[in-house]
């Protein structure tokens, strides 16, 4: 099995079949900044493979499947599938391109339960015209390809949910189409139907059929042919332990992945948030003893905001767990915890408030959209007393 390079592209001329995509940028305007959900994302896909996206919530991978799909446009970029641009075609071709070339798995199945199995697998066709008696012959055909042969005639909620997704599966192959894309099939799924959708993903790859799974099930991952992580680069100037930074430069950018959490140790860092218009709103000034940056590694997500050095700044590293273990250690009291180096002094805020407890907090912060860096500085001294920082409130749950 091989890890597909993300970052690199053969041109997609050298690509005969299978899906190209390339530079591909999805961006969404949430409350006034922009999220990019891809991020310059380039991969290729042989035809006639599984390849699976791994990648933690948030990482773009429904996103990348509905640009597949052809029901989410892109920002840049672009997607060659069997040889067809998608971001070229015609309105009608797109149309024609989106019933026949690709079939869809969803997570929840998305069956019409007053139908039974083998209407909703005749659904497509009939919607595309095929007449009645061949489109339910048809389903029949797939339904026995995917082992519901003889559950035909029962409606969704007489089947279980394995059951469902192979019906599921087997509508979305009506139009044989040469691409499967399918999100998350086994999410929903006990361990002895994953393993059975998973057995039949694996008999469906046959005749030239390029089959797409996103997936954070392992199981996946030894019958895909190759593998596309979708967390991009983390980011790699700093390395966990002290480093410096001069008074303007940047620590992370919003919109990256990091594993560091950071503690400063000297100087001022200023917690800034890019507007979707290309402005900046200034969140936080951090200074010597707090943190910041622990929000996105802890959770999987992209960094809500962007660290700059606004003086000369010496900052620890930490790598998420590390921090984690900082922020848990019992009895410190109010001693710095030595500074030999090997064990840095906790940060004040921390003996405020746990991990745990701002897990907790957090749950609420991301219905609510609360800004990380705000968070982070909501939890400082110096907000508590009042500081603009405690006052800005728009950004949520990454940082
Ligand atoms: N319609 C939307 N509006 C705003 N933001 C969106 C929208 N759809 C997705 N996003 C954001 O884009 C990013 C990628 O989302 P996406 O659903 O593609 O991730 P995912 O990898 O499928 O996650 P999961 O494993 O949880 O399904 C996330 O930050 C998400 O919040
Ligand atoms: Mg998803």
Redesign the pocket.
Same mark, same amino acid.
């Given at each position: 099995m091989t890890v597909i390079d993300r970052a690199k592209t053969p041109a997609a001329e050298e690509t005969a079949g299978g899906i190209v995509v390339e530079d591909l940028v999805?961006e969404?305007? %949430?409350d006034g900044y922009r999220?990019?959900?891809?991020d310059a994302l380039s991969f290729v896909a042989p035809p006639g493979q599984i390849v699976a996206?791994l990648?933690?919530?948030?990482?773009?991978?429904? %996103?990348?499947?509905?640009c597949l799909a052809g029901i989410l446009t892109p920002a840049s970029g672009r997607i060659v599938v069997n040889g067809r641009t998608i971001g070229s075609l015609s309105a009608a071709a797109m149309s024609e391109y989106r019933r026949t070339q690709v079939g869809i798995v969803f997570?929840a199945f998305n069956l019409i339960p007053s139908l039974s199995a083998r209407e909703n697998v005749a659904a497509p066709l009939l919607a595309a015209g095929t007449r009645s008696r061949t489109a339910l012959h048809r389903a029949d055909e797939l339904l026995a390809i995917v082992g519901m042969g003889e559950r035909a005639h029962h409606k969704p909620g007489q089947l279980s949910g394995g059951q469902q997704q192979r019906v599921a599966i087997a509508r979305a192959l009506a139009h044989d189409p040469p691409v499967l894309l399918a999100?998350?099939p086994t999410a929903n799924l006990d361990y002895v139907q994953a393993e059975a959708i998973v057995a039949l993903l694996r008999d469906l790859r046959s005749q030239g059929r390029t089959i797409l799974i996103?997936t954070?099930d392992q199981r996946i991952v030894p019958i895909a042919d190759a593998v596309v992580q979708?967390v991009p680069e983390l980011e790699g100037k700093t390395g966990a332990g002290r480093v410096e930074y001069v008074a303007g430069e940047s620590i992370f950018e919003q919109g990256t992945r990091g594993t560091l959490a950071y503690v400063i140790e000297d100087g001022q860092v200023d917690i800034i948030r890019i507007l979707a218009d290309g402005g900046q709103k200034h969140l936080a000034t951090l200074g010597p003893r707090q943190y910041f940056g622990e929000l996105a590694p802890l959770i999987g997500?992209?960094r809500s905001a962007s660290a700059r050095a606004k003086t000369n700044v010496v900052l620890r590293g930490y790598p998420i767990q590390e921090f984690r273990a900082l922020m848990l250690r019992p009895g410190d009291g109010d001693t710095d915890g030595g500074k030999t180096g090997e064990k840095p002094a906790k940060p004040a805020a921390a003996r405020r408030r746990t991990p745990a407890e701002r897990a907790a907090k957090k749950k609420s912060a991301s219905v609510r959209r609360v800004p990380a860096a705000s968070r982070t500085a909501a939890r400082t001294p110096a907000a508590k007393k009042g500081s603009p920082a405690k006052r800005s409130s728009t950004t949520r749950?990454?940082s």
């Open positions: 999805v969404f305007v %949430t999220i990019r959900a891809l996206l990648g933690p919530s948030g990482s773009g991978k429904t %996103t990348l499947l509905s997570q999100d998350e996103s954070h979708m997500f992209p749950k990454r």
